[in-house]
């Protein structure tokens, strides 16, 4: 089974707390150059109607929403869900006090345990290629949508990140090998529309570039580590890849990276 969506690796190491997800988003956060936060365009791209019944899976830190609130509708019925207890509990910490009723619930995708039909919108952002039976999930997706519904699952494309890619199988060579094994590749922009396709229609895509220039090396090293299978290659060479990062920052002044992220959307 990939590291991606080993559940015991992903509850107990991976998604326990949310250390990892904040490395990832932090890189992004501080080194991006596209206009606008993600979880601000992520929303703009949504057509959620009025009184909409909302299921996200997989909601992490709950980050989509605490950035957002300004623009939730006092009429959305949220509901934030999440495989990890401990993912759920810091979203319930971060949305304390928003002004919105969110309702938390612990959530495997591949059984929804809803009735037909409940949803209008149902999101799953970054999450898809951590389920080990994707079919079954979507499955259930499109069960709980009502007619009409709307699915959107945000992805990354085949690009994304190839730089750090090529850096690090430069760093470790056998890595090369894992292509095949990385979110783009499992349920990306390009492989998860096909996926999507066989269970929704009037599926489309949509990109946000956000290029990175990275001029730090220990960001970059946390977000190396955050990885699923990046920590146990690297090992106890930690500190030599640091050196090695900035010794590339010196070369270079900035390690450019470019990113291949979006939006999977479809009705139901």
């Not at 299921?55 to 990890?84: H, K, P, Q, Y």
């Not at 056998?174 to 390009?190: K, M, N, S, T």
């Not at 090992?235 to 390690?255: C, F, K, N, S």
Request: proline residues 4%; aromatic residues 8%; glycine residues 8%.
């Amino acid at each position: 089974m990939s590291h991606l969506s080993d559940q015991g690796h992903l509850l107990e190491r991976q998604y326990r707390t949310s250390v990892n997800l904040q490395a990832r988003m932090e890189l992004h956060r501080r080194f991006g150059t596209g206009r606008g936060s993600w979880f601000r365009w992520l929303l703009d791209q949504m057509e959620i109607p009025p009184r909409a019944r909302i299921l996200e899976l997989g909601c992490g830190t709950g980050a989509l929403w605490r950035e957002n609130l300004d623009r939730i509708a006092s009429d959305w019925e949220v509901t934030l869900s999440d495989l990890s207890e401990g993912m759920l509990a810091e979203a319930r910490r971060n949305l304390e006090g928003s002004g919105h009723r969110f309702r938390f619930r612990r959530i495997n995708a591949q059984d929804i345990p809803v009735a037909d039909a409940h949803f209008d919108v149902v999101i799953a952002n970054h999450m898809l290629y951590h389920v080990p039976d994707r079919g079954k999930a979507l499955a259930e997706i499109r069960r709980v949508l009502r007619p009409g519904g709307r699915f959107y699952a945000a992805t990354n494309g085949r690009n994304h990140m190839r730089e750090l890619q090529d850096l690090l199988a430069r760093f470790v060579p056998e890595r090369a090998r894992d292509v095949g094994l990385l979110p783009g590749a499992i349920f990306g922009l390009e492989s998860g529309r096909e996926q999507v396709a066989a269970f929704f229609g009037e599926v489309t895509v949509l990109r946000k570039p956000n290029p990175l220039v990275v001029t730090e090396a220990e960001p970059l090293v946390a977000y190396v580590l955050s990885l699923p299978a990046e920590s146990n290659r690297v090992g106890d060479r930690v500190e030599e890849l640091t050196a090695w990062v900035q010794g590339e920052l010196d070369a270079h002044g900035a390690i450019q990276i470019t990113t291949d992220t979006g939006l999977i959307a479809a009705r139901s």
